[in-house]
């Protein structure tokens, strides 16, 4: 008669559907939280050698964020320019740097021209206004800095 080891005769026999919905809960929850407010680090727009301009796209769905962030010097002017597809209001933006804080809103100013007031990083969240009609939306941002 052959003899289990000790440790998994005290464990018994775990049935792969437990296991399955073990792991499968535990996806769930993480998801939840990354969701719920694990925000991740914003993605650092860089300029291509010899390039003052770069067009950041992406696609968000229900009301989703994207956050960006780029350095400026002071003195700098920094255009931002944010465009949807499909055509239409379906994306704004919101800039915030030390001593600056800029919110496109939705019905208007979907460009923005500033002289960067102090040397450092801004940050810019691009957010999905989705409608009855349009559940998401791909934008392209435009950073300029001369």
Known sequence: MKREPRYLASIG????????LAV??????FAALAEAGGSAE????????????????????????FDYVFGANAGQTVKLTIESRPKGRYASFY?????????SGQDANYDL???????GDYLVTV????SGR?????FLLTLAIN
């Open 42 to 65: 914003p993605l650092r727009i860089k300029f291509k050698y010899g390039a003052s301009a770069a067009t950041m796209h992406a696609r968000l769905s229900g009301n989703e964020e």
């Open 134 to 138: 349009v559940k998401s939306a791909t």
């Open 113 to 119: 021209t500033f002289v960067a007031p102090a040397t």
């Open 95 to 103: 800039v915030r740097g030390d001593s600056f804080d800029f919110s």
């Open 127 to 130: 957010r999905n206004h989705s």
């Open 13 to 20: 026999f775990i049935h792969p559907r437990v296991i399955f």
């Open 24 to 29: 499968l809960g535990l996806a769930v929850s």
